[in-house]
């Protein structure tokens, strides 16, 4: 397979009948969730929907006021962290190289499943949440036991130790809590009841005139109650200590968790009245296709910023409490919606640039299609099986960083509102690219031995059940495969079926137009092919085509060289050569094929088009590995890549294993230096460490395995050192982990 990089909704409309939009597939509206009056998305007795069996004067799923606050002491702090706890928090300091993202709006960086604040000297430190105290405290990596208890300042936003905190101890007296306590409770008990009756109007005018405002002030009333929600979270946020000291940590975490629930009901809510409001609104835009795609855009805007609140209340209440991901899904959560609906806005998007006079302005809109059917194959991922799960993200990955990539080449105005529309576009695709990186780090981690990792060379072709929805009829298997398009394999998600004579074919549909077919594939050589219809025409035309395609063969070699020299994406470069030499090989077999009345001596231009052909592709393949060969870029995809080609030559550094740490941090190192095979010079180094020396070379460490440039290399060991000296913890840094599959061939190669 072609190596991963590493980083750095359909509408079926309502119950109503709404005109046929237009057959142009170009021009086709994205889809809307169905009406509510079409039936409630989760089961009644936690929605509102019309239809309900709950009555709209019916209170909400469960209570979200919570009691008054009594005296409960803390339980004692978790063995062993008071050992940790004493160390300044100045240890927990993470490399000031690691990138984080932005602070969310709970004051966390999240990266691959870990949290992480900002303290005190431009700094940051992970957290994790203490089992016995509920607090969070700072952790270290290479620690077991627990560091300093952090709370946030929420003026500076900045976290600091429990006992460096404003007053020593943030405590309020239980009197001025539980007077905060009943305000909250009154106004969320207001905005309940206020929506609800909002709730009963809109539904007694379902599918009826009126309907769209009394929707509109349904959303309006939810925002209000989104709004007493909020700031009943702060609250306990703000007075975690002493809410802690007087409720304990399970009523107060209890508390806490239902309210949040509560919101993420509320937004769910607030999302399902605004696709029923859009989707009346889109009625108006049959027949401006350009109105229509540059007004959806902007609602699926605003939808995505709701989503993106909704999902950092989820991920805090799943960060609590795991278990609840089950409840928050049947209130109507669907964690791939903002995935798809990401898409959707980049559809829309690129079908108003496409609207522009620019370059190849149709690209976009296969760009767009391209993005949409990765989202889709992602929101399957846990349907497929276990085993091809990291495969296929690493398919994914890829297919996302070339189409990032494709946009990022297209020729737009500099500091034009088209090339503002293309960052917005490239920033979401690179936030859904971390999103497959994060997954993919999890089932990593998953996984008991990092030499147990699959093969990510294996075959993807297997039927899948895709995710049912409580509401909608069970579906049908899908198939999952891999298929090759100019020379790169990508993953695909379609419809298995026969023909009239009884060969397999699927049909891979639109995913922006469910009832169109946009690709069949057809099985040949072993593998799936996009099946295309043959047209044939005449010997003369085929010639002067031939002849033409001929004179271009030079220009497409010298944009991929330019390419090469700009550090583009190999993929880009590789499946452009690929796609001509496709094209000159297609006019080549038809040539073959046309009949010759004449008897012209095609045998010369039937050569040259098959030479330049194998050109093509030859030169592809150089660029690709040039660009593999980039020291400064880790992949240990790309390293197995260079290793199947012959591209790399392996040998030890050491003799003896380097003994490392003490204690029971004590393990010991092999170092290989991986080198380009043709001029000998090293490229990367691997690091593989064992618990014994002399350890057999694949029982290397869990996650003892890994990829660093030759500068982190040489840092690594010099900054190790040097914390030994100074009696700190060893902190390491980033690195690429390398799997059992392609470690035994970096041991095969130095033997």
């Known amino acids: 397979m072609s190596p991963k990089l ?4 359909a ?4 119950a109503r009948t709404r005109p046929a939009p237009s057959a142009d597939t170009d ?15 989760i089961p009644p007795a936690t929605r509102n929907a019309p239809g309900s069996n709950r009555p709209p004067s019916e209170p909400p799923h469960e209570a979200v006021t919570p009691p008054r606050a009594t005296i409960h002491p803390i339980p004692s702090t978790s063995a062993g962290a008071s050992t940790s706890a004493q160390r300044s928090l100045e240890h927990y300091w993470i490399p000031v190289e690691v990138s984080l993202p932005d602070v969310d709006a709970l004051g966390f960086r999240s990266l691959r499943g870990r949290r992480y604040v900002d303290v005190t000297g431009g700094r940051s430190v992970q957290v994790v949440i203490d089992p016995a105290m509920g607090l969070y405290r700072a952790k270290s990596m290479s620690e077991r036991s627990l560091g300093p208890v952090l709370v946030r300042d929420h003026d500076s936003k900045l976290w600091h130790p429990l006992e460096d905190s404003p007053g020593a101890l943030p405590l309020q007296p239980i009197d001025a809590i539980n007077q905060e306590l009943d305000v909250h409770i009154t106004a969320i008990t207001e905005a309940v009841k206020l929506t609800e009756e909002q709730r009963s109007i809109w539904h007694a005018l379902a599918g009826q005139e009126g309907e769209k405002s009394e929707l509109v002030k349904f959303e309006i009333q939810s925002q209000k109650q989104l709004a007493a929600l909020e700031k009943s979270v702060n609250f306990y946020v703000r007075n975690q200590a002493s809410l802690l000291l007087y409720k304990g940590r399970f009523s107060y975490e209890t508390e806490l968790v239902g309210v949040q629930k509560r919101q993420v009901e509320v937004y769910i809510d607030v999302l399902e009245a605004g696709d029923l409001r859009k989707a009346i609104d889109m009625s108006s835009y049959y027949g401006r296709p350009l109105e229509a795609h540059r007004s959806m855009a902007g609602y699926l805007k ?11 209340i989820v991920d805090d209440i799943l960060t609590r409490s795991p278990h609840l991901k089950i409840e928050l899904m049947e209130y109507g959560y669907n964690p791939v919606r903002i995935h798809t609906d990401t898409a959707n806005w980049i559809y829309s998007k690129s079908q108003l640039l496409a609207s522009e006079p620019v370059p190849d302005a149709a690209q976009y809109i296969v760009l767009s299609r391209s993005f949409s059917e990765t989202t889709r194959a992602f929101g399957d991922i846990e349907n497929i099986p276990d085993g091809a799960r990291i495969p296929v993200l690493s398919y994914l990955i890829e297919q996302c960083t070339a189409t990032k990539a494709s946009y990022e080449e297209m020729s737009l105005p500099p500091g034009s509102a088209q090339d ?38 294996q075959p993807i072709d297997f039927d899948f059940i895709p995710a049912q929805v409580a509401t909608q009829p069970v579906h049908t298997s899908r198939k999952m495969f891999r298929s090759k398009h100019h020379g790169v394999y990508k993953i695909r998600i379609g419809q298995s079926r026969r023909t009239a004579l009884g060969e397999e074919v699927i ?14 594939y057809e099985r040949r050589e072993g593998e799936w092919h996009q099946l295309v219809a043959k047209q044939e025409r005449q010997l003369s035309t085929l010639t002067v085509q031939a002849q033409r395609l001929l004179e271009q063969s030079e220009s497409h070699l010298n944009k991929a060289r330019r390419d090469e020299a700009a550090k583009r994406n190999a993929t880009n470069i590789v499946e452009f050569l690929e796609g001509k030499a496709e094209d000159l090989d297609d006019l080549r077999q038809q040539m073959e094929r046309a009949p010759n009345p004449a008897t012209i001596d095609i045998v010369p231009l039937v050569q040259r088009l098959k030479q330049d ?35 790399l030559s392996v040998s030890k550094k050491n003799s003896e294993r380097l003994e490392r ?25 691997a690091h593989f460490k064992y618990e014994k020396k002399d350890s057999a070379a694949l029982n290397f460490m869990v996650k003892g395995g890994h990829l660093k440039t030759l500068e982190q290399s040489r840092l690594g060991i010099a900054s190790q050192r040097r914390d030994a000296q100074a009696g700190r913890e060893h902190v390491p840094i980033w690195r690429e982990t390398i799997d059992g599959k392609t470690a035994l061939k970096i041991f095969e190669l130095s033997a």
């Open 6 to 9: 590493p980083s750095k909704g």
């Open 11 to 14: 509408v079926t409309g309502g």
């Open 27 to 41: 021009t086709q509206l994205p889809t809307l969730p169905p009406r509510a009056d079409a039936g409630p998305s």
């Open 302 to 312: 605003g939808k995505l910023a709701n989503l993106r609140k909704c999902q950092l």
């Open 420 to 457: 503002s529309s293309r960052r917005e576009i490239t920033e979401a695709i690179q936030a859904f690219e971390n999103t497959l990186e994060q997954r993919i780090e999890l089932y990593h981690q998953e996984l008991e031995r990092t030499s147990s990792l699959p093969s990510l060379d």
């Open 507 to 520: 049909d891979v549909m639109d995913p922006h137009n469910p009832t169109e077919v946009l690709q069949t």
């Open 613 to 647: 052909s194998e050109h093509l592709r030859n030169e592809g393949e150089k660029i690709r590995m040039a660009l593999y060969k980039d020291k400064s870029f880790l992949s240990v995809d790309r390293v197995a890549y260079l290793i199947s080609q012959g591209h």
């Open 661 to 685: 740490g003490k204690g029971r941090d004590k393990n010991f190192l092999d170092i290989y230096s991986l080198n380009d095979n043709h001029t000998h010079e090293p490229l990367w180094h």
